[in-house]
């Protein structure tokens, strides 16, 4: 096990719909906060309140006792980890890194050994919730990685999410993380199903929300994103591209372990459509935009 350094200075790198208020609560918890983005603009309202720019991952990574990644695609993983201005090339012995995007679970295990050999500690821990569960501290954080340096890394995991679960080792939390996204795949089409049939019989929608958003089909799909479908309202809390990358993640695992997923299959195709119409910048509730087409 590394000897890990206390945690006095968070690097957070990726600021933006939801990293923006993550680091907040950091920085609002008393701890220092570097920060570095791609867009520099997008850092300017946490710096004012406190917080440290840098310019590159690896300068974060220099000067933090614990670094979170909150990026957009395995990619940027990939280089914000392992390019030559990246945290690994730089992170001082005993660093706990913490990568927070949502990518592959081969990857995470990649980082994760990577890291031991520098005398570092990564975990995985990916998030549910959207803007609105980073804004309220709520996300849903699913780890994977070794015990200790869970415990060592979960005070700073609770100023960001309530339920919190180290679900096994390396990879093991992005794994969790596609199961979140395949049933959400499935529930956003059914919402989007009922909202379309109601609105085909001549039901008023909303009327139709107050009484099955009780019942057995509530939950945030419908009760958060059904009102915004019904009212045309698709500004992102969490983009349809950055979903579809979910997704095709979660269809090459299951692949691998040849596990048919027709839901996920189909939830992929629509979502391709909309995309491929201009509505990737969208949020995940534009879906709806298919069946009223």
């Known amino acids: ?98 990568d927070m995007t949502t990518s592959s679970p081969s990857l995470a295990r990649t980082i994760s050994e990577a890291a031991l050999t520098k005398g570092l500690a990564a975990i995985d821990a990916p998030v549910s919730g959207g803007d609105i569960g980073a804004r309220d501290a709520k996300l849903t954080i699913m780890v994977g990685g070794d015990s200790a340096t869970f415990n060592h890394a979960l005070p700073v995991l609770k100023l960001m999410g309530g339920s919190i679960v180290l679900q096994g080792g390396p990879g093991m939390g992005q794994h969790t993380k596609m199961c979140n996204q395949i049933v959400i795949a499935s529930t956003i089409m059914g919402v989007s199903e009922g909202i379309a049939y109601a609105k085909k019989v001549g039901l008023d929608p909303s009327s139709v929300m107050q009484s099955i958003g009780g019942g057995a089909a509530s939950g945030f799909q419908l009760n958060i994103l059904g009102p915004k479908m019904i009212a045309g309202d698709f500004a992102p809390g969490f983009y349809i591209e950055h979903f579809i990358k979910d997704l095709n993640i979660a269809l090459s695992e299951a692949k691998a372990m040849n596990l048919e997923l027709p839901g996920l299959i189909q939830a992929k195709k629509l979502y391709d459509q909309l995309a491929a119409n201009g509505h990737s910048k969208d949020g995940t509730q534009g879906l709806i935009q298919f069946y009223l087409a």
């Open 1 to 98: 096990m590394t000897n890990l350094k206390e945690i006095k200075t968070v690097g957070f790198i990726g600021v933006g719909i939801m990293g923006n208020s993550m680091a907040g609560h950091i920085l609002a918890a008393g701890y220092g906060v570097n920060v570095y983005n791609r867009t520099k603009a997008k850092t300017d309202a946490i710096v004012a309140k406190g917080a440290k720019w840098f310019d590159t991952p690896g300068a974060i990574a220099a000067n933090s006792d614990l670094v979170i990644t909150m990026v957009g695609f395995p990619s940027d993983v990939e280089e914000v980890y392992m390019g030559e201005q990246g945290i690994l090339h730089h992170a001082q012995p005993g660093t706990t890194l913490i």
